[in-house]
T-cell receptor, first 111, second 115 residues
Framework: EDQVTQSPEALRLQEGESSSLNCSYTVSGLRGLFWYRQDPGKGPEFLFTLYSAGEEKEKERLKATLTKKESFLHITAPKPEDSATYLCAVQPNSGNTPLVFGKGTRLSVIA | KAGVTQTPRYLIKTRGQQVTLSCSPISGHRSVSWYQQTPGQGLQFLFEYFSETQRNKGNFPGRFSGRQFSNSRSEMNVSTLELGDSALYLC??????????????FGNGTRLTVT
């Protein structure tokens, strides 16, 4: 069964304190791994897609990396506006299979 | 370019009633997926429609149904509402849908409360 586990469930950082969020996955072949950001009361907002081990993507203070078993979302010098829930999802490489989501990491950045 | 639009944003219904939620995808997107989001379970896949045909269905009871129209707009219906159906219902669209490796683009959801 395809599974995605995100850790930690919640993370509290001081402004400027860099850290990483983890996404571990078990999937029968990976077509793509996706990171989303979700603010309270809103739908998930697409951040990155990673397709193969070793791939990295960056956007402002965020960098996503991928290995064969997990992905990391690195947050460098975070600001309060980075506070949100970050969701990881995998696309299995087996026909028309829907995305499988993790339960997310709730990030709070304190000024 | 307009994003995914979901209506209504909020709904309050009573147990036993039925409800219909609406989703307009991004222009040019032919696939619409529906997800249920609750604090305990996260995002759970309901179903996906592509060119008016249901392509995938998640593990939800038959009370949950959907359809897609020729203009790619989609509706989902929940009949005989139960308290446990209270959740945020999210619609997402993509050009070709599941399996092609492209990301889903989500609307802001419909918050359904069943009393």
């Amino acid at each position: 069964e395809d599974q995605v586990t995100q850790s930690p469930e919640a993370l509290r950082l001081q402004e400027g304190e860099s850290s990483s969020l983890n996404c571990s996955y078990t999937v029968s072949g990976l077509r793509g791994l996706f990171w989303y950001r979700q603010d309270p009361g809103k739908g998930p907002e697409f951040l990155f897609t990673l397709y193969s081990a070793g791939e990295e993507k960056e956007k402002e203070r965020l960098k996503a990396t991928l290995t064969k078993k997990e992905s990391f979302l690195h947050i460098t010098a975070p600001k309060p506006e980075d506070s949100a829930t970050y969701l990881c999802a995998v696309q299995p490489n087996s026909g028309n299979t829907p995305l499988v989501f993790g339960k997310g990491t709730r990030l709070s950045v304190i000024a | 370019k307009a994003g995914v639009t979901q209506t209504p944003r909020y709904l309050i219904k009573t147990r036993g009633q039925q409800v219909t939620l609406s989703c307009s995808p991004i222009s040019g997107h032919r696939s619409v997926s529906w997800y249920q989001q609750t604090p305990g379970q996260g995002l759970q896949f309901l179903f996906e429609y592509f060119s008016e045909t249901q392509r995938n269905k998640g593990n939800f009871p038959g009370r949950f149904s959907g359809r897609q129209f020729s203009n790619s707009r989609s509706e989902m219906n929940v009949s005989t509402l139960e308290l446990g159906d209270s959740a945020l219902y999210l619609c997402a669209s993509s050009r070709q849908g599941s399996g092609d490796g492209s990301p889903l683009h989500f609307g802001n959801g419909t918050r359904l409360t069943v009393t």
